[in-house]
């Protein structure tokens, strides 16, 4: 195949897997294996372009010295993009006749950096506990904290989000003796976003409004696996704090005004705290619920709050698709090997 992904075995690989068994049966020298071929749909002007990401593959197997809840790592790649940044490719050989769990991850750079950077100088991978160099996939997690501390996205609608996408697609598979599978994967985005429109601030509120504050207590930790049921996990709530400031009212005329909107990037699950508008004259503080109660973050999913005012109610609540959307998956989709 054209354009075969060059791959680096990672260290990280060998030593976390060191505590246990990776010696095969011997002699076998089985020709069994899967190539993949990795996209993201998108409907959007701009494709997808992996090269700003971090790519990787995880790679799990059950083996008889592991429990019955645990999912040995056989192998852990960086993977790198081909086509300009418009797919990535991984091959893998020599399979046993077993179980696999394939978790392919595209996340933000936390720091610039250029395509190949060494991901695990990044913290962003990490584990329940992070010096334990557990070799059970189950046990491994993507922090997001270093998004969450990220300032907020927007403050206006014509203003770009913060980059806090992580795309992830989880491929079980049982491996068949001398066979090499093609097979191609879509990745689906499985943070949401939380959108908070207050509307014109000078028809909101009665005085000249000089920040906006809000605390959120959110998930912060992801794991990478699923349960076997496309599930996102989610773990270690945190409380984080996010000030805006409004445009300058004094310098734009009345119809040019713009909603204020507070775009954090978060993971799925029930979000709390509050939002606090200080004006010149005094300060408002609005609970984040909405007027049917709970403000829930969805995969691949917005959730945006619009502000009614200083009246009871105070904010109500949709749910919506990304506006580059075109990367969902249909529900029944089992595509891979038969």
Known sequence: MKHLLQIAALALSASLCAACSTDDEAGETDPTGVELRITR???????YDFRAH???????????????????IREISDLYSVDGGASLRFRTVQLKPRWYKFVVLSVPKIHPGTEGIDARNFAIFTEEQPDEASCDLNRHLIDYTPILEKAPGSSAPDRPTADGD??????????????????????????GRLDIDMGILADQFPHRITSISVEVTTPSRLYLTDDNTQAVK???????????????MTSLPEAQHRHHIISLPLLPGTVSGTITVNGTDRSYTYDLTSSGGQVEIKPNTVTRLHFNGITPGWFDVRYAGFDDTGIDVEEGWNGGWN
């Open 41 to 47: 749909e998108t409907a959007s002007a701009s494709p």
């Open 54 to 72: 971090m790519n990787r593959i995880y790679v799990g197997e059950r083996k008889p010295e592991h429990g019955t809840s645990e999912l040995h």
């Open 166 to 191: 992580i795309f992830r697609a989880v491929m079980n598979r049982w491996a068949q003796g001398h066979l090499i599978v093609e097979e191609e994967i879509t990745l689906k985005r499985i943070n």
């Open 234 to 248: 989610t773990a270690a709530p945190r409380t984080f704090t996010y000030t805006t400031l409004p445009d300058d």
